[in-house]
């Protein structure tokens, strides 16, 4: 496949990373983000720098370990969480990870984005997981992230934050706007009275739409779920035929 040259990468994930805190998506030292150099090497953010102030010399390149290969500082201390997600997805490019403050505040009220509320929402990410809470940049956390991501573009971290995958950084970053935008619409309903979800058919039908234009894994209806809370994982081909698409270019495992 095509990636793009060192230096284009470098030149984007600077660029994402001050988006980031632009778009108050994450706040201080918070947050990192990876993308892939090769099949065997990552460019990701260092330990301990503001993302709203990266520059270049604040990236380093690490093997697919997590092992440093180059570059100044330390990787950072959730490099095991990108590594899970790179391992569970061979089409994964990209990996955001950041703190939306709205999203984040659902997780600390127990409240799930898993509802299909939003249609394009639905299209282009499907439902939203809430995984159980797990300290920051354990391996047990590292592993709940990479199970998931198997069957979800974007999941919360209970108490934590977003991590968000896709085919290059634009994507990834795109599904973490889309996430706390969602998560700011939510609240809104919520303040002014109600929440109406999709009719289950019409977000079935939507998900194999999305499914079937964009790629992705088979994610994610809310009501059947056997592996996280508020999320079903019909199979892609089920869901496309009975909508009337085609699954070619649904990757990633059912
Ligand atoms: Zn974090």
Redesign the pocket.
């Known amino acids: 496949m095509f990636r793009p040259p060192e230096t284009a990468l470098r030149r984007a994930l600077v660029r994402f990373a001050r988006l980031t805190y632009e778009r108050h998506l994450?706040v201080g030292l918070?947050?990192?983000l990876s993308v892939k150099l090769g099949d065997s090497a990552l460019l990701c953010t260092r330990a301990g720098c503001h993302k709203g102030m990266l520059e270049d010399d604040d990236l380093v390149v690490v093997d697919r370990s997590g092992r440093k290969l180059r570059g100044r500082g330390e990787p950072t201390s959730?490099m095991a969480?990108h590594l899970a997600c790179y391992d569970a997805r061979p089409d994964v490019e990209a990996v955001v990870?950041?703190?939306p403050p709205t999203c984040v505040a659902f997780t600390v009220a127990g409240v799930s984005l898993a509802q299909c509320v939003l249609p394009e929402v639905v299209l282009t990410i499907g439902s939203i997981p809430t995984l159980e809470y797990q300290r920051?940049?354990t391996g047990a956390l590292a592993e709940l992230v990479g199970d998931a991501i198997h069957s979800h573009d974007a999941v919360m971290?209970d108490r934590?934050?977003a991590v968000c995958v896709g085919r290059d950084l634009l994507e990834a970053f795109c599904r973490l706007e889309t996430m706390e935008h969602t998560a700011k619409v939510l609240l809104g309903a919520r303040q002014l009275g109600q929440v109406r979800e999709l009719p289950a058919g019409e977000a079935a039908s939507l998900r194999a739409m999305g499914l079937a234009r964009y790629g992705g894994p088979p994610s994610a209806l809310p009501g059947h779920c056997q592996g996280c809370s508020g999320c079903g994982r019909p199979s892609a081909q089920g869901l496309a035929k009975s909508a009337g698409f085609s699954v070619a270019r649904i990757t990633g495992r059912a």
């Open positions: 994450l918070d947050g990192n959730e969480m990870h950041a703190h920051t940049g971290m934590h934050g």
